[in-house]
Every structure is written in C-alpha cells, then in structure tokens.
C-alpha cells in the first residue's frame, strides 16, 4: 500500500504496535507525526525514519492533540490519517481498582482517543474530498468484546473505544472521513507484559499461546499492517467496522 505524500498521526509510537505503525507508514512514503509521553522513545523511533516528526505529550491531555494536528498541518500542510494506539492497562477487577486507577485508565484509554478524533476530524472538515478527507484508525480490543477477567477498567475502556468509533464513523458516513478500529487479542508487546505480579517467563507467554487457535501469540507488525489497510483505500467502503485481529480468539 502506498501513502506517498500522505500525513498520518501515530499515538503511542514510541513502542509496540504503535511503534509497528509508525515504522509502517514511514516505509510506505508518508510523513508520520509520532505522538508518545515516552521522549526518548520517540527520539529512538524517529531517529530511524524517514520523514517524521515527534509531539511529545500525554494524550490524556486535550491540549497535546490540538498541537499534534497543528503539527502535523505546520510540517507537512494536512491530516490524511489518525492511528490512536495509544493505550494502557490495569489488571485488577472492580474491587481492586481504585478511583485513581479507573481513572487513569478512562484519561488514556478514553479520552486520549476521543480528543485525538476531535481535533483530527475539525481538520478533517476543513481539507479537500478528494479522494478522502481523512481515515482515523482506531486501538479497541478483544476485551471490548468479549471480556478478560480482572480487567474490568481496560475491558470498559475498550467498550467505549469501539463506541467512539461506531458513533463517529456514523456522523460523518457523508464527510468522506472514516473511522473504524482493529481490535487486537493477545500480541506479544510490552503491554502484554505490563502491570503483572511478575514479568511473564517464556513457559508463562507459551502457555498464553495455548489460549489462541492459531497456538501462538501475535506480532505488532501483524496488527499494523491491518491499521494500513484500514487507511488505504483499498477499505474506501469501510466504516465504523471494528475489526478483530486475534487469531480466532473471539470465535469461540
């Protein structure tokens, strides 16, 4: 897929699938805005790109996606694509989640997508039709599905990512903007790792493995290659899909 002269926005490009994003695009001619808390990440990431350029900041603050699209806008002249990757968990059902720990989750998982399509999509209003205004891709999940025990704020917070997505896609169906969202399973990323008693064993990720159909755990590069064919056009007649990316997790 080619995004030659294209501008896309990557959250939470410093590391794992949004990482795999990045590099994606980048590969396939665009300029890639990274947007990420992780400074040193995006300095790593950016360093081997071709055109980027790097919006260090926390999504969870409205402020950091008006000055991403204004990036993005002042380098590089539009908005072609948004990709929210951005995302956190928290491994605790609801009576161990306290009112901090929910509330992070919703700030991040929550809000940081819903500023990001606000501020993309008002630009987006504003460009040429031709042949798009713009695509935003969004990170739901499995556990927006299905539900992951002890996981009860991540699981809620992916629920209201695929609701977000649905209810945006619908407003503006006539705008030649589109927002749909892929919605990984178990892909092996620092996330995967993330928030455990413990760091996982090899013997702890195979038995995960076991979990799946395919009896393996998935890679970025997999999910992200899913993110671009949602943004190209080849998915011109897709919108307000939420598409699983999981191995047949969810058959089941």
Request: glycine share 8%; aromatic share 4%; hydrophobic share 45%.
């Amino acid at each position: 897929m080619n995004f030659e002269n294209r501008t896309v926005i990557v959250t939470g490009a410093a590391s794992g699938m949004g990482e795999a994003c990045a590099r994606l695009f980048d590969a396939a001619g665009a300029n890639v805005v990274l947007v990420d808390r992780d400074e040193s990440g995006l300095e790593r990431v950016g360093a081997s790109l071709t055109r980027s350029r790097a919006v260090p900041g926390d999504v969870s603050d409205s402020a950091l996606s008006d000055a991403a699209v204004t990036a993005a806008v002042a380098s590089f002249g539009r908005v072609d694509v948004v990709v929210n990757a951005a995302g956190i968990i928290l491994r605790a059902g609801a009576v161990d989640t306290d009112d901090d720990g929910w509330q992070r989750v919703m700030d991040v998982n929550v809000n940081g997508v819903f500023f990001m399509c606000r501020a993309a999509v008002r630009q987006m209003l504003q460009q040429s039709p031709d042949p798009e205004r713009g695509v935003i891709v969004n990170f739901g999940s499995v556990a927006g599905k299905v539900v992951w025990g002890n996981q009860t704020a991540y699981c809620a917070s992916k629920g209201a990512v695929h609701q977000i997505t649905r209810s945006i896609a619908l407003d503006h169906a006539t705008d030649k903007i589109r927002v749909n969202a892929v919605c990984p399973g178990e892909i092996e990323t620092p996330m995967l790792k993330a928030g455990r008693d413990r760091a996982p064993t090899q013997q702890d990720l195979d038995a995960l493995a076991e979990t799946v159909p395919m009896k393996r755990l998935g890679q970025a590069d997999e999910v992200a290659r899913v993110v671009a064919f949602l943004a190209s056009e080849a998915a011109s007649y897709m919108t307000g899909s939420l598409v699983d990316v999981d191995a047949g997790y969810t058959i089941p």
